[in-house]
């Protein structure tokens, strides 16, 4: 027994990873390298018609040339396929047990690749997946998946943890789709586009005692501050750095590794944060967040795609509504 496995990028149905159109025949065991999927094209149009001749027509080949696919037909199923008649040909019991598998199979190859070609958000079903830090699943995935439901309900996204070490070989496979990232150019062979450039702004609970418009560097460094560690446990960041150069050195009492739960526990305490602007989206009103001009530190960051996922319609559209969102 064969089967024979055609890939596809993720689409509808059971929401695998890779969609495969499996098709299964009752040969003698074959070496699955030796299969073209232009000699399953051709057998099919020659068990349609029994006629080397008509199928030859059928597929705008020269009749030696379907002759010789033929041969190679007949040495792959070690079965003549196809044997004369008395008008023409007629097919041999094994080939009459394969015209089923057969269409059923380049059916679902011709409809996947119909459905490729003509997208429609609407109707599309699809399994996205996003690698990006936390603070990327606010600041874009949320509003993605927002748009999603109203654009393209049949649409489900899956978010990965960012691993750098892990990034290329998981775009490479297929496992994730996208990744949001700042880039470290260290993998010039990825597409990458532009998002946006992020800056950071200062939160403290409303009513904080010690906080005003444009603080100054020298009042920022007095107030105990809470700090993002991802690794864990650090207790500084680029932010030191700058305030080091103006002479400054500030009182951190506390490491979160993500920063989810900063807006949180800054909202109940008399800590202050650094975020990223676009971390609030409006949450928590009884923040005060405030701008602090003195401070030059910003990051970028953009999507990061891999070749395998550069035609595919439905993530084109998908990576241009991300776009889209973030400039609105």
């Keep these: ?64 040339a379907l002759s010789a696919q033929l041969n190679r037909l007949r040495e792959l199923f070690d079965d003549p396929l196809l044997v004369p008649a008395h008008r023409g040909m007629t097919p041999t019991a094994k080939a009459l047990d394969l015209v089923g598998p057969l269409r059923l199979a380049l059916d679902q190859l011709r409809s996947t690749l119909h459905s490729l070609d003509n997208f429609s958000p609407t109707t599309a079903e699809l399994t996205y997946s996003i690698a990006c830090t936390d603070y990327i699943e606010v600041a874009v995935v949320l509003p993605l998946i927002v748009a999603l439901r109203e654009k393209a309900p049949g649409v489900r996204v899956a978010v990965h943890r960012l691993d750098p070490g892990r990034l290329t070989r998981q775009l490479a496979d297929g496992d994730v789709d996208l990744a949001i990232a700042t880039p470290d150019g260290s993998v010039p062979h990825l597409h990458t586009k532009h998002l946006f450039e992020e800056t950071y702004v200062l939160i403290a609970r409303r009513g904080h005692p010690h906080v005003e418009e444009g603080i100054s560097a020298e009042g920022f460094a007095g107030l105990e501050q809470l700090v993002v560690s991802p690794a864990g446990g650090g207790f500084s960041t680029p932010v030191d750095i700058t305030l080091g150069a103006l002479g400054r050195q500030r009182t951190v009492v506390a ?42 530190e910003r990051f970028q960051v953009e999507l990061v795609w891999h070749e395998n996922a550069q035609g595919h319609p439905g993530q084109r559209w998908i990576r241009e509504l991300i776009c889209d969102l973030m400039v609105q």
């Excluded at 490491?255 to 409006?282: K, N, T, Y």
Aim: net charge positive; glycine share 2%; hydrophobic share 55%.
């Design 1 to 64: 027994m064969l089967a024979i496995a055609i890939r596809f990028p993720k689409m509808a149905g059971g929401m695998q990873s890779v969609k495969s159109i499996h098709f299964l025949l009752t040969i003698h065991p074959v070496d699955t390298k030796r299969i073209d999927l232009n000699l399953l094209v051709s057998l099919e149009a020659l068990l349609a018609t029994c006629n080397v001749t008509k199928a030859a027509a059928r597929l705008h080949l020269s009749q030696p």
């Design 255 to 296: 490491s979160a590794a993500s920063f989810l739960v900063v807006p949180e526990i800054v909202s109940v305490s008399d800590l202050v944060a650094l975020v990223p602007r676009r971390l609030l989206h409006g949450r928590l009103p009884e923040l005060e967040v405030i701008d602090v001009p003195w401070l030059s």
